[in-house]
């Protein structure tokens, strides 16, 4: 839950997410749908879906037993390298090298190590950096305080120089160069993409679509889609494409306000588009595609821009 998210944000989260998933066993017999649900505008659901193939892996090939060598622990789904060493430090007492975005930090600062750390280059000397320090004993405290100091002293803004234990042997701070390290991410222009969000409504029951088990928001309930970039989008053509596609005769209304929501990689602009359905298709919600109350509707695993149309029908 911490990778690519802050603390406090994700300290409810896990909270709940622990008393509904005590173990591997539970995490593992539970659907994907209910973990996901549980995940639900914590953001990243890769990760959820990872956590949930992980237990099914350990239960299913290691006999529910969490595996200790390091490079079984890689195969996991969703462990890589970084993640995997410091699971083998912190539960198993190995020696075995982290490199997180704290300890990159501070290694680039610390020697000096001039260009964006997540470079494959880069990143290939730190880690030839982070196994050199590797101490013989007390890998726990050893790792703990390394990523601490990242965390707390040694910070990507305002870091406390003044009180970093490493402050006299720091080139960065010998040669005045601790803010301009690491070296930043090249920029790049955010593309941004636009979608047009259907919304069908049948009395009091709206539709949620499944979406595709990979790419954003993989494997949550979400309206369904039409590209904006690519469609012209007149009332009489959306009403084509909602009865093409589900063979629902429908009318639209008056579209709600657009809104945005930011990607790691792309921002993406959202139009809600509600429908009325004057004739419903029976076989919608066999497959892919359910009919829900809106209260229900919140309660499932969607996403967050999802969550906020949702609230704005409910308030209405």
């Not at 300290?11 to 997410?17: D, P, Q, R, V």
């Not at 006999?63 to 890589?80: A, K, R, V, Y």
């Not at 300890?103 to 260009?115: C, M, S, T, Y």
């Not at 964006?116 to 590797?134: F, G, N, Y």
């Amino acid at each position: 839950m911490l990778q690519q998210t802050q603390v406090m944000a994700v300290i409810g989260y896990y909270s709940k997410f622990m008393q509904r998933f005590p173990d591997i066993a539970t995490l593992a017999n539970a659907t994907q749908d209910e973990v996901l649900q549980h995940w639900s505008g914590l953001g990243y659901y890769s990760r959820a879906r990872n956590l949930h193939n992980a237990a099914v892996t350990i239960m299913d090939e290691h006999h529910g037993q969490f595996p200790q060598d390091f490079e079984t622990i890689q195969t996991l789904s969703g462990i890589g390298r970084s993640t995997a060493a410091a699971i083998a430090s912190f539960a198993f007492n190995q020696v075995q090298t982290i490199l997180d975005g704290n300890v990159k930090r501070v290694l680039a600062r610390h020697f000096l190590v001039e260009g964006w750390p997540s470079a494959p280059q880069i990143e290939k000397q730190l880690w030839l950096l982070a196994e050199s320090l590797l101490p013989k004993a007390g890998m726990v405290a050893y790792t703990q305080g390394l990523m601490d100091l990242g965390a707390t002293l040694c910070t990507r803004s305002k870091p406390k120089c003044d009180a970093c234990p490493l402050m006299n042997s720091c080139t960065a701070y010998a040669q005045q160069r601790v803010h301009t390290l690491p070296t930043p991410k090249p920029r790049k222009t955010i593309p941004e993409k636009n979608t047009t969000m259907l919304i069908l409504r049948c009395g009091d029951e709206i539709m949620l679509e499944k979406r595709p088990p990979t790419g954003i928001w993989g494997g949550l309930w979400s309206f369904p889609e039409i590209d904006a970039d690519t469609d012209t989008q007149t009332e009489a053509l959306i009403e084509h494409i909602v009865k093409t596609r589900f063979g629902i005769l429908a009318q639209t209304d008056k579209p709600l306000t657009k809104l945005s929501h930011a990607f790691t990689h792309f921002k993406l602009h959202i139009q809600p588009q509600p429908l009325n359905v004057l004739r419903p298709n029976t076989n919608v919600g066999e497959t892919m595609q359910i009919w829900l109350s809106i209260d229900d509707a919140i309660g499932a695993a969607i996403p967050t821009p999802v969550r906020k149309i949702l609230l704005s029908l409910q308030n209405k």
